[in-house]
């Protein structure tokens, strides 16, 4: 992916990269510890010993070299005499503010421009490879949906769910998983992204699974919510909102489609049904390297979607002491809809 750092190039003299992400995804180094320079006399990449051997086998057109921290900006300071470089993009949100001190320090005299967003939007369109990773991962988080329906039962507590979810994902060929999995239930369905607790599954209980894994440094992300034992009325007629929400939402999303349009359109069908003010957050996310990435399907992003762009689409009513339901797809934005990487995984409502 080194060619679309390219457009880059044109308008600073260099690209420091400090995220695991981007020097993954810019280098192919999945250590995710040092950093990255690329500058048109050269693509440079420092790490520590403990990377030295990983990097020089997979940054395969980079300039290894070994260094403590201590001597980073020493050593970047030579390249930038060396390349005549006054103006370097850096990945100003993925910085604290002392290493950013440090870094200023360390080069003084060139000028530091923020540009993660810059940065981060070449990774908005997914290669082919990327499509089999991504693909992949989700498949791994439905196998480990299809696999839980066995486990849940009265008793089991929401801790077991989490644990039992990322025992299977991990069987199934993932590294880890990509974010903290959400299993709650009841009334703690009511919390978006609640933490699971001890609490043991009761019959009539919601049950909401929010998780995914990583595979080959990709992302998966899913949801769904079932019952355990027969679901009542309201419970019946909150589903069914969220699912015809869900499904307009899919409905809606292709390229051409401004993202805000894409929220607006699942939107819509909660806020008619009478429950708008239960449903708070943006209808979804890319998806990739990192969990949460460009573009946001959220009332405030007027990118257009493009073929191969990975967003997910979840939306969700929560109502607070009752309890809430989340359903969420990852998609592959394509011309014509999108291609539903979770497919496979019914959204019937599961009374278990
Ligand atoms: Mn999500």
Redesign the pocket.
Known sequence: MLERIGVLLKEYDAVLLTSPYNMRYFSGFSGGEGCVVICRGGNYLFTDSRYTEIAEKEAKNFKVTECSPSKLYALISEIVKKNDIRTMAFEDNFMSYAEYSEMSNGLCGVSLCGASNKINALRIIKSEDELKKLRRAEEIGVLAFENILKYIKEGVTERDIAAELEYSMRKNGADGISFETISISGKNTSFPHGKPTGKKLENGDFITM?FGCIYDGYCS?M?RTVVLGKASERQKKIYGVVLDAQLRGLEAIRAGVVCSDADLAARNVIKEAGFGEFFGHSL??GVGLQIHEMPNLSPKCGIRLEENMIV?C?PGIYIPDFGGVRI?DMVCVKKDGVENFSARCTKELIEI
């Open positions: 929010d992300d949801t979804g996310h997910t979840e969420e």
